[in-house]
């Protein structure tokens, strides 16, 4: 509540915080918040009222292992292979500008079905990717989730799928554009299996050459909010 009326409110906090974070917010200035985190809009933003802004963030930051005492420099991952992050509200074009400078991707989107969609592609990568990775005795990358367990992840998609095409076609704002006709459901669906799979792809190859390792710590923390939803 101490920014100035109509600048940024930036809440990166896990989903299970969001309507915390909302309620504690002085209700003047609730229209300048912005959420970035793995969200599902329709499941935890449908209360807000007022044109808040949601990012689906497809960029990671990570801090680089030292040998010794130097303190490690957070490092961005994102690629130009990397899935552009989604920005939906008030303050869509200012977090963009924040963004674009380093390189990261976005897409500033006018529908809010857009978001949704995207939310739900991004929950996919965050309950399926750690299992895989931790399904072994040791674990494993991300690339060799999708070098080595192609088949297994397929699998899992199109296990998932319809549960992914029920998230994305929730509705989350009275301001959705609710147009039927085919090309606009083509363009704002969750797309087939293969379409999930080479999304999955494409965003883990993206955060360090695929060499990275999701939490299984974090992911067990967060259980409900990842694979809970798609269960």
Not at 146 to 174: F, N
Request: charged share 20%.
């Amino acid at each position: 509540c101490l920014s100035p009326i109509d600048a940024p409110i930036y809440a990166c906090i896990p989903s299970s915080s969001i309507y915390d974070v909302w309620d504690s917010t002085l209700p003047h200035r609730r229209e300048d918040l912005v959420f970035l985190c793995n969200c599902i809009p329709s499941r935890h933003l449908a209360f807000a009222d007022s044109d808040i802004t949601v990012v689906i963030m497809h960029f990671g930051v990570s801090r680089q292992k030292t040998t010794n005492d130097a303190i490690s420099i957070p490092q961005l991952n994102a690629s130009p292979q990397c899935p552009p992050t989604v920005i939906y509200g008030k303050h869509a074009d200012t977090v963009a500008s924040l963004l674009q400078p380093d390189g990261i991707s976005v897409n500033v989107v006018q529908n809010p079905r857009e978001v949704q969609v995207a939310a739900a592609k991004k929950i996919a990568w965050s309950s399926l990717l750690w299992l895989l990775c931790h399904s072994g005795e040791e674990p494993v990358t991300v690339k060799d989730v999708h070098e080595h367990k192609s088949d297994q992840l397929q699998r899992l998609v199109e296990e998932i799928l319809p549960s992914l095409e029920t998230l994305a076609a929730e509705s989350w704002t009275s301001d959705e554009n609710t147009a039927t006709n085919d090309a606009t459901n083509d363009a704002l669906s969750i797309g087939s299996a293969q379409d999930i799979i080479d999304y999955l792809q494409s965003y883990s190859m993206s955060i360090s050459n695929g060499n990275v390792v999701p939490s299984r710590e974090l992911a067990l923390r967060e259980i409900q909010e990842r694979n809970g939803f798609l269960l």
